[in-house]
């Protein structure tokens, strides 16, 4: 990313006047911080103030008062830490299944190794919503129903194939001099992988681990299906609580939503050039 | 699984702290109430009766505050045979679709005719009491008294009396924010009423023991209705993305003359936020030119749900929670509608709630929506119909034919 | 490659740390082959390969929960029936419009924000972040957020126009403005994703070919569309795939913003595969109708695999 700075495109110099920059970065942070911004100002206005006509954009008497409610009306920390339990979890699984997997695809010569990647790549198009069914009874034969686990490992499967196909492009960038050095030195291959392989891709692994823990943190369709049990909802199923039998209390909701995009936006303003790196080298690539 | 146990370990450790103790011997019965209907003064009510009962201990689980969310989880947990609750609130349209699939054990030995009729008959299916009513709703009539009393005109009683008050007001209060009259237009339960109460009004039935019995004209009829009064300005433009508590905020507000709406907008209406307190009066919803008044029933029933490991503490409980004590109880505090007829007129109820005394009536003349199995089609059928014709998608001829061939598959 | 890499590793292998059995557990290619993708294996028999077998098979049968009826078997009845189902037409097509609209109309903004994003900005995190956070907004929330972005009386959207003279739409009362506004929310919420891909790839592309072209006299216009999206191809088309998938998959945001209304004319094939499994616990024919589904999504995904196989 930092190389954008010296890379040109004919837009660039097209549109080199600074006036002009202005606008374009202005019209850039608006299209991607605009609707965050203004669910904000509705979580800071009162319901009085929300249906006044015309509409107030920077909230007038700013409040916590609809937090504060957020947080009382339903347990939204419960469901916050049901969401990062179920999202770190099923991080950790996707990165441990996915490295193995993705070592023996980047380095042992398989005889099928394309047919497996095209089966990953398959699997990875895969609607989910489709096995809604089917998932639901094996969750109910198996007892797990309302648990975490019902949605740990749908989650892992879901983020399986993206960050495998991610991992084998990193595990090639590494030179196999170094993994022969260390087997030389009396490691086995496991033993290799896991002490030479894994810390030099450090960075895909950890690229990886960001997009498996947002996808699972994105869910809405199973946790909804498998788990309603108050104790074990997660935050995008709570959030729907907030509607009531007859109401739709837009403030509360906006505080909600608050709370909830604050993680991950921590997350993505620490790690963003990791992240933007993992996208679009790994990522993509067949 | 390891999973589970450990996550409920720590939910309760670190989050919840769920009443903890309380694990010795003691029949523990799981109730499940919308977060909606004041989980906190049924509370009150199930202390007295651990109080009573000191062997049983109850806890509340709450959530799925609307009708379909509610249905949503109770799916969840009763396709998966799961026993962790022991009794649920259910939304009146519903011991039909329980009683088939099995998911509820039936009463023996209760006497339904101290219920209202119409509460009798909602609750049982094939001879089976399947639940027992927690508490009665209708919808009513709201209007504002100060409005018709300045231009002398009384609470209309067809809707074409309403449609030429709403006029006269209208014209002379010259206020563009005023509606005529403000219902559910949106694709919600309660857009059913809005359909089924001026077809029933004509005489119509829509399902008689289980078959469709669908009469084309009526339908028609009731869908332009409300159609003609989008259109000749009585009802705004987007009624279509009403929804019922959008009508108890326009009522409130001041922005509408009539409003179609369940009992609980009374209390809210006459509250300290309310711009059109002590302006309120109720009647029954209209009837049609040369019907007859009807109006939708709604309510909430107790059942016991047929996977629970403690069957008797759970249909003692849910006889105690539908008993005349709770329905008086719930009606003074709750301002819920009793399903006791008696309870209508009883002193301490009205002097808590007056306007109980003009419900009954109210109450009496309502209908029961479809009775069957597969009530969550029939409703998604009628009301993204009644949805598509307010939003001018459909005219009411292609919304009644949608309908008829819709439920006809349904209803085979 | 650096030494220290090499030498540090080396050394914790060199002590005595290495347990006996790691030493002694030194297996073929094939069989670590196997022990390695086990894992991977087991979880996608368990949630996928399973799962699809059980579907096809469920597809066969009228199972429905609220009959109280046990299963039996039809045949193709319920293909049938689909086919008579106006519903089924129409949340097909629905979704196929969501599809044939909000594709390419992420693929043009997600261009447009990518050329932008590529100007040499003094700070480049802000520009970065403004990328990131819509894709990583959860779709759930996306919705919720444009609903109220759209409302008609207290929306920003109406607010806006209305500044500009337009009168208030009240968009989810017609059909058409309420698919607009869903294709809308669609295309924000991934074009940022697409941008995120194309910058990448713009990124690649040396400066010495554009200075060539300076040289040959071609204008800025030529230049874009003979150097810039010929090699920006490759990754469009992956891009593209992908996004196509995803599209005819669509749920959450029409859940949020429309359930489907007005009437069912926004509502998605994957709405009614829900509605029909968790609403009317009609497990056979929502079976049958995510069987459609399924096929759908096989037949971009064996295009896909297609041109995978024919780049190398």
Not at chain 1, 138 to 146: D, F, G, Q, S
Not at chain 3, 197 to 216: C, F, N, W
Request: glycine content about 6%.
């Amino acid at each position: 990313m930092r190389s954008s700075a010296i890379s040109a495109s004919p837009v660039d110099s097209l549109l080199s006047g600074t006036p002009l920059r202005l606008i374009v970065g202005l019209i850039l942070l608006t299209n991607g911080f605009f609707p965050a911004l203004w669910i904000l100002f509705t979580s800071l206005k009162l319901e009085p103030e929300l249906t006044q006509q015309p509409i107030t954009w920077l909230p007038s008497d700013p409040t916590i008062q609809n937090y504060v409610q957020a947080f009382s009306d339903q347990p939204l920390g419960l469901f916050l830490f049901n969401s990062f339990a179920v999202a770190l979890l099923s991080t950790a699984l996707t990165l441990l299944v996915s490295v193995l997997a993705a070592y023996a695809l980047a380095r042992l010569n398989l005889r099928y190794r394309g047919l497996i990647l095209s089966l990953i790549i398959a699997v990875s198009t895969f609607p989910l919503v489709t096995l809604l069914v089917p998932l639901f009874e094996i969750m109910r034969a198996l007892n797990l129903l309302n648990s975490w686990t019902a949605l740990v490992l749908p989650y892992t499967v879901l983020s399986l194939p993206i960050c495998t196909l991610m991992l084998v492009s990193f595990f090639e960038g590494i030179p196999r001099d170094l993994e022969n050095a260390a087997m030389i030195d009396g490691c086995t291959r496991i033993g290799a992988l896991f002490k030479v392989v894994v810390p030099l891709a450090a960075p895909g692994v950890f690229t990886a681990g960001i997009l498996a823990f947002v996808n699972a943190w994105d869910e809405f369709l199973l946790a909804l299906s498998f788990n309603s049990s108050p104790n074990l909802r997660t935050l995008p199923v709570g959030i729907q609580l907030y509607q009531g039998e007859f109401t739709f209390p837009w403030p509360v909701i906006s505080a909600a939503l608050v709370v909830g995009i604050v993680p991950v936006a921590i997350l993505i303003v620490i790690f963003q050039e990791r992240v933007v790196s993992g996208l679009t080298s790994g990522g993509i690539k067949g | 699984m390891n999973f589970k146990t450990s996550a409920a370990l720590l939910v309760a450790a670190s989050i919840l702290s769920i009443s903890a103790g309380a694990a010795y011997a003691q029949t523990e019965l799981k109730v499940y109430i919308s977060s909606q209907h004041q989980p906190d003064l049924w509370r009150q009510a199930l202390d007295k009766y651990e109080a009573s009962n000191p062997d049983v201990k109850v806890v509340i689980e709450t959530g799925g505050n609307t009708s379909e969310a509610q249905a949503q989880y109770l799916n969840t947990v009763m396709t998966a045979k799961d026993s962790s609750l022991d009794v649920l609130i259910l939304d009146i349209v519903r011991p039909a679709q329980f009683a088939a699939a099995g998911w509820t054990s039936p009463f023996t030995e209760v006497d339904m005719s101290a219920y209202l009729p119409a509460y009798a008959d909602a609750n049982t299916v094939d001879g089976k009491v399947i639940a027992l009513p927690a508490f009665a709703d209708a919808q009513f009539l709201y209007y504002r008294t100060d409005l018709l009393e300045k231009y002398n005109i009384s609470p209309p009683s067809t809707w074409e009396d309403l449609r030429q008050a709403a006029s006269v007001i209208k014209e002379q209060e010259n206020n563009p924010d005023l509606q005529g009259v403000s219902f559910v237009g949106k694709a919600i339960e309660g857009a059913n009423c809005t359909f089924l109460v001026p077809y029933w009004s004509q005489g119509q039935e829509l399902v008689t023991d289980g078959k469709l019995t669908f009469d084309h004209d009526a339908a028609v009829n009731a869908l332009s209705l409300w159609k003609g009064m989008i259109d000749d300005g009585t009802a705004k433009a987007n009624i279509a993305e009403v929804a019922t508590d959008d009508v108890r905020k326009d009522f409130q507000a001041g922005n509408a003359i009539f409003a179609v709406n369940w009992s609980y907008a009374w209390a809210q209406a006459q509250g300290p936020e309310s711009a059109v307190a002590g302006k309120v009066g109720v009647v029954p919803v209209p009837r049609m030119e040369g019907g007859e008044p009807t109006t939708c029933l709604g309510g909430w029933e107790w059942s016991v749900s047929a996977y629970s490991t403690h069957q008797e503490e759970a249909h003692d409980l849910v006889k105690y929670l539908a008993s005349p004590e709770v329905s008086k109880f719930m009606a003074i505090n709750g301002a819920l509608l009793p399903t006791y007829g008696d309870l209508y007129t009883d002193p301490e109820v009205t002097a808590a709630a007056p306007w109980f005394a003009n419900a009954k009536a109210v109450v009496e003349t309502a209908k029961p929506r479809p009775v069957t199995p597969r009530y969550n089609e029939v409703s998604e059928v009628i009301r993204t119909t009644v949805n598509a014709v307010m939003a001018g998608v459909s005219t009411p001829e292609e919304g009644a034919d949608l309908i008829e061939s819709r439920l006809s598959r349904i209803l085979r | 490659m650096t030494m220290t890499g090499s030498t540090k590793s080396s050394r914790t292998i060199d002590g005595n740390v290495t347990p006996w059995w790691v030493r002694y557990f030194d297996p073929s290619d094939r069989a670590l082959a196997v022990l390695l993708l086990a894992p991977a294996a087991v979880l996608l028999a368990m949630i996928i390969v399973y799962p699809v077998c059980r579907l096809i098979y469920t597809s066969f049968f009228n199972l429905s929960l609220t009959s109280g009826l046990p299963a039996e078997f039809v045949g193709f009845e319920n293909f049938q029936f689909m086919l008579e189902d106006p519903v089924f037409w129409q949340t097909t097509g629905n979704t196929v419009l969501i599809t044939f609209v909000t594709v390419p109309g992420a693929l043009v903004v997600g261009l447009a924000l990518a050329l932008m994003a590529n100007l040499p900005f003094r700070r480049q995190w802000p520009v970065r972040l403004s990328l990131l956070i819509p894709w990583a907004l959860p779709l759930s929330f996306a919705g919720l957020i444009f609903a109220w972005f759209f409302h008609s009386e207290y929306g920003v959207v109406n607010d806006v126009l209305g500044r500009f003279g337009v009168e208030p739409i009240i968009w989810f009362n017609s059909p058409q403005w309420a698919m607009a506004a869903i294709c809308l929310t669609i295309i924000w919420k991934t074009s940022s994703f697409m941008a995120l891909i194309i910058l990448a790839g713009l990124q690649t592309i040396p400066r010495s070919l554009y200075e060539a072209a300076d040289v040959d006299g071609a204008g800025r216009i030529r230049q874009f569309f003979e150097i810039t999206l010929p090699l920006l191809k490759p990754s469009i088309v992956v891009a593209l795939i992908f996004r196509t998938i995803t599209a005819l998959q669509t749920f959450d945001i029409p859940y949020m913003m429309t359930n489907g209304g007005p009437g069912t004319s926004t509502a998605t094939l994957a709405m009614y595969i829900h509605q029909n499994t968790v609403s009317f616990l009609d497990l056979g024919y929502g079976s049958a109708l995510a069987v459609v589904m399924f096929a759908l999504s096989m037949c971009v995904t064996a295009v896909y695999l297609r041109m995978i196989r024919t780049k190398g």
